[in-house]
């Protein structure tokens, strides 16, 4: 579960209409929220395998990536990644035995961290990562959390066609978080409201849903795909 900050940070990017725009706001909040200092993103297209590069972010410096496209079946760390919808780590080989040559020399790599990002489970792009913060080991990052970040940025690329715009960003979290288990209290603490917020946000969500109580929306949600 993301936290409440990153929620509201990823709302702000629906007032925002240029799609490129919203793009660099979301590389921005991979570097605030999560300790990296250095990430590029990349298109992807699962008809013909190519990849293109869009932006990177290094040390707070936006630049564009345009000049780069690539078929990732020639890249199997990427490859493997996009193709199973999973972040994958790589140790980088000096020698250019697992990634090209050029871009290990060109960016001085060393370790690789490979985040895809899905819209509607299909792959549409992807994360590189290669500079975590001082005196830490990228190797030892759990990308969890970052892997939720990039997928449910994903949706605000498509507002008008998005089923989750049924609900606002907080119903759904109050959503999520009941089907985890959570109680009215537990949820309220964590999100830092009221209790009588939370009933507030369940009443909306049995209205938005047409459902009676709490388990019948928990239940639909899913289905609808407005939560996991």
Do not use: W
């Not at 020698?95 to 509607?120: A, D, H, T």
């Not at 990228?138 to 994903?154: G, I, N, R």
Request: with cysteine.
């Amino acid at each position: 579960m993301l936290d409440t900050k990153i929620y509201d940070y990823i709302d702000s990017l629906q007032a925002i209409n240029n799609p490129l725009e919203k793009l660099e706001k979301i590389l921005k909040g991979c570097i605030e929220f999560f300790p990296f200092k250095r990430a590029s993103i990349f298109a992807y297209s699962p008809l013909n395998y190519y990849g293109e590069g869009i932006m990177q972010i290094d040390h707070g410096r936006v630049t564009s990536m345009s000049y780069i496209r690539e078929d990732v079946r020639k890249i199997p760390p990427i490859y493997f990644s996009l193709k199973n919808n999973q972040p994958h780590l790589i140790k980088v080989d000096p020698n250019g035995q697992n990634f090209p040559l050029r871009y290990i020399q060109k960016f001085q790599l060393s370790s690789l961290l490979i985040v895809p990002i899905s819209y509607k489970k299909s792959v549409i792009g992807s994360v590189l990562i290669d500079h975590y913060n001082e005196n830490e080991s990228l190797e030892k990052y759990d990308s969890t959390m970052l892997y939720h970040y990039f997928q449910v940025a994903a949706e605000a690329l498509y507002p008008a066609s998005s089923p989750q715009k049924i609900l606002s960003r907080r119903e759904r979290e109050v959503l999520q978080r009941l089907s985890y288990g959570y109680s009215l209290k537990e949820m309220a603490d964590k999100m830092g409201i009221s209790e009588y917020t939370v009933r507030d946000y369940l009443t909306s969500v049995n209205r938005k849903l047409g459902t009676r109580h709490r388990a019948e929306a928990v239940g639909v949600a899913m289905r609808k795909g407005l939560i996991r």
